[in-house]
């Protein structure tokens, strides 16, 4: 049986949550800069509207925001993500996705149906990959029982949770389920969108890092079954 199912429908309370939330809005809106919102949203393909701050400078507001808070425990970081996500513009959204990276080691399974709701929401690849690798990796590797929902999302209708099961093990290197991985390729190697023909090639690229032999034996025997895109992002560092 698998921990997620439905999306988490109440945001628990938190007073650190309030915290943060008063402070970060208040910090973000100040250094919107509406000429530069049009053409983020643009590139992100119009999900969502922006505030129109840069990476770097929205990262160093952030840590003004964070600056004297606690350690969040799991109810905390459940409370600030589900209500940064409420939000509409996208910076929130990349506030709570960092959020989540840096203290996902303190989060039990439990967070995993909160992260399907964030994968599933306003879903693109700028947030779903780093939460699939950073996040949902870092939650299955603590609890290997979550590997049956990582063999239910790969199958699954979204797309996204697709994609996050295909790139969940991008960092465990060594440590890495070779088998699940190629099983996982195979299952969705017919698979008719680009984000997913994508994430095939850049997984096994990854893993390739670890054991360019296994990635090649792989590619030799089931080249045919996958995309050109999926075998040339593949290949891309280990060749033929």
Known sequence: MTVTGAAPTD??????????????????????????????????????????I??????????TVLAGTPRPDETDCTAIALRCWALPEREYHYFAVDYLRRHAGRCSSGLLPVTRHLITTVPWW???????????????????ALT?????????????LVRTALLHQLSRKEHTDSERLFTYCLLQSGHPDFFVRKAI???????????????RAFLARERGRFAPLSVREALKNIGA
Not at 54 to 63: D, E, F, G, I, K
Not at 154 to 160: E, Q
């Open 11 to 52: 945001v628990p309370r938190s007073a650190l949550a309030d915290t943060v939330l008063e402070r970060v809005t208040a910090v973000y809106a100040a250094a919107a800069d509406p000429e530069r919102a049009g053409p983020m949203r643009a590139y992100m393909k119009d999900v969502a509207p922006f505030l129109g």
């Open 54 to 63: 840069p990476t770097p400078a929205r990262r160093a507001l952030s840590r």
């Open 126 to 144: 700028d947030t779903v990959d780093l939460l699939a690798a950073h996040v949902v990796g870092r939650l299955v590797a603590a609890d290997p």
């Open 148 to 160: 049956a929902d990582m063999d239910a999302w790969i199958t699954d209708g979204d797309l996204w």
């Open 201 to 215: 090639g850049w997984a096994l690229r990854e893993y390739a890092k670890t054991d360019p032999h296994a990635v």
